[in-house]
């Protein structure tokens, strides 16, 4: 790179590079990459068998039985995926609860989201 490629506040002039070779032919960025591992098929065994399914697949249906298991976190990704994709109501209603079971419910979703303490606007207010 020739001196003459730059202006003097150091930027490049037009139809100048400093990488003179460019990217590598063939070259992927990461999120295509990641896109093609994503959709990849693996073989897992369930219930003793082989079934092929997609890493995507694979990692859902892990994040489930987590959550399933009563795993905190597990359980807290779970929901959020499911209030981000309008699956579940943002803030759950009373209706049909019985003020233990609603309580019961409550305290549920403190001790997933981590809070410890009732959320606002909880299920008996």
């Not at 490629?5 to 400093?18: E, F, N, Q, S, V």
């Not at 999120?31 to 073989?43: A, C, G, P, S």
């Amino acid at each position: 790179m020739a001196d003459s490629d730059r202006r003097p506040d150091g930027t490049m002039l037009p139809g100048h590079t400093a990488n003179r070779r460019g990217r590598p032919p063939k070259s992927r960025n990461m999120l295509t990459i990641f896109n093609e591992l994503r959709d990849e098929k693996i073989t897992l065994k369930v219930d003793g068998k082989p079934v092929k399914m997609t890493r995507l697949e694979a990692w859902t249906t892990n994040l489930w039985n987590k959550a399933i298991g009563c795993d905190p976190k597990a359980s807290a990704i779970v929901m959020a995926i499911l209030r981000a994709s309008g699956q579940l109501d943002p803030t759950p209603g009373d209706e049909t609860l019985d003020p233990d079971s609603a309580a019961a419910l409550q305290a549920l979703i403190d001790r997933i989201s981590g809070n410890g303490t009732p959320m606002e606007g909880g299920l008996n207010e």
